[in-house]
Structure formats: C-alpha cells, structure tokens
C-alpha cells in the first residue's frame, strides 16, 4: 500500500525528531514493563518466603502480625506461648511436625532466633526449596550461631568467628558473658533467613540464665561451664511452624488451637497470611503501576506534541494530497497512521530494552535484593500493556489529526505563505 | 473521442460563493466553458479571485449556488468526499510550485492520485511503466527517476515530475496554476511544449492559470479573469 509507505517514508525523513519522540516512547514501555516485571517478582518472591509450613502458631494477635514477626522478623510479639501449650500442640496426633522459634534478642541490626536443628530442614521457600549452607553447617554445641547470608555479607564473619548477642532489639546491654561461635554460614534465599542469626533454643534460655523481668541480676554471673549442667528447656517460645500428616487435617488443628481453653493462641495459614499482607503491600504496588503508566502517558503526550508542532510545516503536504483526491479524512487517517507505527516501532523497541536490561541486571538484582526476575515471553497482560500503548497513541494523535482536518479543509490545496 | 452530448470538459453556470465567514468577499462566475480538449489560458493578476475559482473547478469548495460541470458531471449536488473522489479521477493539477511530497520518490510522487482513483488507475495499467512512459517523454533520465527522494530534484524536473502526476491514467482536465514562473525564459517554452504535447497525447484539456500575456498566441484561447468573474466586496451588513 503506498500510504504505507509514504507513512513510513514521512517518518523516515523526520528521523530526528521522530528517532527521539521513539525512543521516549520505547523508554517509557520499557519502564513500564520493568515494573510489571518487578511487581510480579517481588509478589512471587515475597509468596515463597515460606512454604511446605501448614500452620503457624502464635499467641492471639492479627494473623498479619503473626506473619510479620514469625517470618519476617518485623515487629514483635505482644505475647509467648507457653512451653506447656507448646508440648500439648506437638503432641496432637496431626502434628507430623513442629519447630519452635525464640525472638526477641538481636545481633547488631540482626535479629537472632532461637529454634531446633530441625528448622533447616522444615523452612522451606521458593516452592519448597530447602535451606543450604555456603560454608560450615548446623549448630551442635550450645552456643554454636548459624548466620544468614546478609549477616555474613553485612558484618563480614567467618565460621568460627565469634558472635556476642545483644539483649532486646535495640540494647546496649550484650550477652557478653555468653559468646557464640559462628557454626555455619547459610546460602542466600531472598528470605528473611538471610538476615537472621540462628541459635538453639537451649542458647536463648542460656544467654538468660542471669537475667530476670529483663534485666541482669546484679552481681551474678553463671559461667558457661555452669550454664551446660543447668536444665534449658524454656518456658516459653514466641511461634512456632507446624507441618501437619494429611492436608486435610489443618483446618480441624487450626480450628482446636484457635480454641486452645488454657491460652489464647493463634493459628494461620502462611499462604492466606502472605495474602493478607500482600493487599497491604499491594498499595505501594498500585502507586508503582500509576507513576508508570503517567511516564507513557507524559511519552505519549510528547508525540502528540511532536506531531502538532509539525503540522505547520507539513501544510503544503497536506495541501498536495488534498489536490490529488485525497480526502481530509484520509489526512486525519495518515496522521494516525504515523503514530501508530511510531508507537509499535517504539512497543517493540521498549521490548527489547526490558529484555536487554533484565539480562544486564537480573544477576545483581537476585544478589542484592534476593529478588529473582525471570527472563520469560510476555505475559497476556504485558501484551495487554503494549497494545493498549498502540492504541493510547492513536488516540493521542486524534488531537493533532483533527487540527490537520481543519487545516486542510481551511486550506484546500492552496497554501498561502 | 469528443461526446456530443457533453461538449464541454469544463462548464460553470450562474456560480456564487461566499468564503466562510466572510460574507463580504465573494465571487460571482456567470458563465465559462471549455471545450474538449481545448487549451485555455486564463489571465488575472494576483487577488482576481484565481485560487478560488481553481478550488470551485477542483471541487475543494462548493459554491452557494449554480453549476459546475467536469466532462457533463455536475459537481455541485456531490458531498464532499465524492467531490473528492471525482476530483482525483478527473483532474490532474500543476501548481506553480512545491508540488511533490519531498520525502517520497519521485515514481511514487506520480502514482499518488491513483490511491484515490480506482478508474484512473485502471486506465494507466502497470503505474509504474505508466509513470515512467511519461517521464521518458517529459525528458526526465531514468537516473533522476531512480533518486530515493523527490527533493534532490531541481525545480524545472520537478515540475515535469507534477506534469506527469498530473497526466498519469489521462484525466480530462489538467489544470495548471501558474507551472512555469518558477521556470527561466528558456525552461518555460520547452515546459509548455512538453505540456502541451502530454495533454494532447492523453486526450486531455488544458486550463492554465497564469498572469503572464506574452504566453497567450501559444493556447488556443486566452480568458481574462476579469471578463468571466466579478468578485464581491459588498460592506458588511
């Protein structure tokens, strides 16, 4: 078709101005796309924090509150769980099994948790991924620390360097009589894990021996030769993960432990708890989507502008066509054509950026945010995406087309000048 | 070649207009014919109401009333967009100059009117032969047909590229406003040779407007614009 060409012919000649009114269109699908990219990365990341864990046992708060706490260290809680509730849940014939988790003490900005050995093997994320060590392995002495992959980045450990526990989240008061010795270090996950300091359970009631109602008792100073004869089972943990024998089962067990008659207890399911926080965190997702979509509509808005500015000089142009049959409709339809192939030269374009820049990017991305972006096609509402961009530039450039209309019915195809 | 029953290729009547909200300026054409196949000259100075004659024949506008007539089809009933369609089947135009798309080839250049005129297209077969039939006789090399763009032209071989756009698929009517005075004395003789020659082998009439008086022995009439048109200047009411 030789309007086609003629269209393209016009964009060519112009391929200054064109080249960057493309390019900031192509950037601006491209940055809207990351962020498609991003979002949905950080909503799978954030979905695998935690899997295979049925329940998650706390005392009765808001199950986002459980979440937080137990699983991304966020926040405290307003309450423990007794050793006894504890026993009495692990003991229930649907338990296949349980791991307790201790918070509340902290290593430098690292929050430290207590739990048993059997923890590195339940938590599980990205779809039931198992925790690995990158160097040395899991606690066996009492005050052995396994250290997560940021702790060891952030304050540059080693096994066996030794580790002293702060008192409380934010405390010049240490544990200093205590140290713990770095046992293992683990590999990175992308979870809160990597932020976290292991310890045993036994350590964290260790570390308390002198202390009482959170403070230490004056004058008195255990010795850890001492600490090892004494009896450390705790009298209360903070949460704990539960795995339960048939799926089937955790709605009855979530039901009994919400009515536990000896302590107000809490149990959520980690799936439907994400959720619930996700909404939280979707606000932010939102607002991410909105600023996007306004850069393609400011990108879009430029080309109209592009468009208009040059609708002066295209004048005689317009008058040529007009002259040779053309109808002004025909003009309005050129002119939208232009923009339309602006706008999918500038949609493929920005493809190609997204991609370029998630093959560039991808590694450091997983290193430094535990964020794994992956390289697939489009999803349908990516394509969605480019489409609707196509078609936001045909209706963009309506408002210059309508111009040209008047114009060229005002100049017929006399152009005085 | 002539039909009897419509001898005229151009035929105004009792024509009125008014420009768009300018009732004060207008122009009255009582009567103008031209003949099949006739070559016209018509005369008047810049101001004498020529563009807007040219933009009633082409169809661009309509006027308030009267007729006007290409090759016995009244144009005055038609709704613009057929207006428009009759206009790229029937006439071929020549402006003084800046007449090619200067992005586009020159072939394309010639080949333009034929996308809105199915029938013109049909006459002129394979465009591109056709094209190039009527370059080689405008005198235009194939070398300067082959440039990528109509810009790199000079003026006279654009000009003989509008010339062919304008003759392509032998429309009726070629009207020509003004073609040479961008042309010197030596380019301007060979340019109406070459016109005329084109417009006879196509069969078509020409109308040429200019307001150069030492071009009249060479048409076959010479209109003055001032004989077949008065413009209105009445005071605004």
Known sequence: MILLRLALRSLIARRLTVGLTIFAVALSVALFLGVEKVRTGAKASFGDTISDTDLIVGARSGSVQLLLYSVFRIGNATNNVTWESYQDIAARPEVDWIVPISLGDSHRQFRVMGTTAEYFERYKYRSGRALGFAEGRAFDDLFDAVIGADVAAALGYAVDDPLVVAHGLASFTNHENQPFRVAGILAKTGTPVDRTVIVSLEAIEAIHVDWQGGARIPGQATSPDEIRQMDLTP??????????????QIFELQRSINQYPEEPLLAVLPGVALQELWGIVGIAETALIAVSGMVVATALLGM???????????????????????????????????????????????IALLYTGLWALRPYVDAAFGLYLPIDTLSSREGLVAIGVILAAAVTSLFPAVRAYRLSLSDGMIVRS | MIDTDTPFALALDQVEFHWAGRDAFGLRVSGFRIGRGERVLL??????????????????????????RVDGTEMVSMPAAARDRFRAEKI???????????YASPVDNILLPLCFAPDRRARAGDGRTAALALTDALGLARHTMASPTADRLSVGQQQRVAVARALIGAPSLIIADEPTSALDAGSQANFLDLLFAQCSAAGSTLLMVSHDERLAPRFDRSVRMEDIATLTREAAA
Request: net charge positive; hydrophobic share 55%.
């Open chain 1, 304 to 350: 109209a502008a592009m468009i208009f500015s040059g609708l002066n000089e295209r004048r005689r142009e317009m008058a040529i066509l007009r002259a040779v049959g053309a109808r002004p409709l025909t003009i309005v339809g050129l002119l939208m054509l232009e923009a339309v192939l602006m706008a999918l030269i500038a949609v493929l374009l920005g």
């Open chain 2, 43 to 68: 005369l008047g100075e810049s101001g004498s109401g020529k563009s807007t004659l040219l933009s009633l024949i082409c169809g661009i506008n309509a006027p308030a009333r009267g007729s006007i």
């Open chain 2, 92 to 102: 071929g135009i020549v402006f003084q100059q800046f007449n090619l798309l200067p």
């Open chain 1, 235 to 248: 009298s209360a943990v903070t949460a704990a993960m539960i795995g339960v024998k048939s799926r089937l």
